[in-house]
């Protein structure tokens, strides 16, 4: 079988809120004529992100083109999920054109792409590209290094101190590994944040890359999709913190799932989520609340602070009214009866 024959697949990263599940749920619906298939690699599992993917399925990706793995980082599964679920994909009938992977918030997307090395699949697959969302507004104040000047400083005068931290390693590790940078949420950035952020992406990148501004997700696909990178060829000028043995882990984050009870106003939650960004540095809270007198589910994404909802669907009429949310932070700020107390004596209040 020839490179000409491979099966496509497009590897989509990116910080936490970045915007992967819009700008997936947008190619889903003007996929410029090809018949695409959709991988979602949770953390946590509340599969919000397939739920959302699912609810905008239409001919060109049905339903069952789209599969969820929630057992871990695709890279830490290979056999057990990655595998099988790329075979299913590739024995439906009519065969995809092409298979999207929206990997987590947290993944390192170098490991992923030597997956693509295993001997079941690698004649029948290449990865097109690694499409890598940064949000604009985020890259521009500096959230995965703070104060670099400082750090800088510090290095200077003492080479021991390891300045670096789990969250600026992620973002490194998805910069330098991609093929196309989308720079997302630009009209929250403006253009002094924008011009920050791509200068913060160009001294990170390891090579110059093109650079993207996308809001809501709304790209041409003839940008991303096609790029026949064949990324999996091509590993040596993807330098990432963690080359060498596979030794990556997510021992720095963590996540719990918190049921939370009907709420009385969308605002309630709102400001605990906010609370929980501000005092308790959470850094993402997605999820599902039930709203009283409402039939619709409220779908909720924040990221820090930032918190956006919707009504997505109606509740089914054998679906318990029940709302949960995954919660992700740094391993040390994930404190279950804090995070209980702000989310449910809140609801418990409002209820009431």
């Known amino acids: ?47 919000v992100d397939g739920d959302i993917l699912k609810s905008c399925a239409i001919p060109d990706c049905p339903a069952e083109n789209i599969m969820e793995l929630a057992n871990g980082c695709i890279c830490c599964t ?25 990997t987590s918030g947290l993944a390192l997307p170098k490991p992923l792409l030597k997956a693509f090395d295993w001997p079941d699949i690698r004649s029948k697959i290449t990865v097109d590209g690694v499409i890598a969302l940064a ?59 924008l011009a920050k952020a791509k200068e913060i992406i160009a001294a990170e990148a390891p090579r110059p890359l093109p650079v993207v501004e996308v809001a809501e997700g709304i790209v041409d696909p003839r940008i991303i999709l096609g790029l026949e990178a064949a990324a999996e060829d091509d590993m040596d000028a993807r330098p990432s913190h963690h080359d060498g043995p596979h030794d990556h882990d997510h021992e720095d984050f963590e996540s719990i799932v918190v049921d939370i009870p009907e709420q009385a106003d969308p605002a309630d939650l709102v400001r605990a989520v906010e609370v929980l960004a501000n005092e308790h540095n959470i850094l993402r809270v997605k999820g599902y609340a039930a709203v009283a007198g409402k039939p619709m589910r409220l779908l909720v994404q924040a990221v820090g602070a930032r918190v956006r909802y919707q009504y997505d669907r109606a509740w089914q009429p054998d679906e318990a009214r029940q709302g949960r949310l995954v919660v992700i932070a740094e391993h040390d700020d994930i404190r279950v009866a804090t995070i209980q107390s702000v989310l449910g004596a809140r609801a418990v209040e409002a209820a009431e």
């Not at 697949?9 to 003007?30: A, P």
């Not at 101190?161 to 600026?168: F, G, K, R, V, Y």
């Open 135 to 193: 949000d604009a507004e985020a890259v521009a104040a500096g959230r995965f290094a703070p104060n670099v000047a400082a750090v800088d400083a510090q290095r200077e005068a003492d080479e021991s101190i390891d300045h670096e931290t789990p969250l600026s390693e992620v973002f490194e590790d998805q910069i330098s590994c991609a093929d196309i940078i989308l720079l997302t949420k630009p009209d929250l950035a403006g253009p002094e944040g």
């Open 1 to 47: 079988m020839t490179d000409l024959a491979k099966l496509p697949v497009t590897v989509i990263t990116g910080f936490l809120g970045s915007g992967k599940t819009t700008l997936i749920r947008e190619l889903m619906q003007n996929p410029g004529g090809k018949r695409l298939a959709v991988v979602v690699n949770e953390f946590g599992d509340v599969g």
């Open 78 to 102: 290979v056999a057990d999920d990655f595998i099988p679920t790329i075979e299913a994909l590739m024995a439906l009938e009519p065969r995809p054109d092409h298979i999207l992977i929206e």
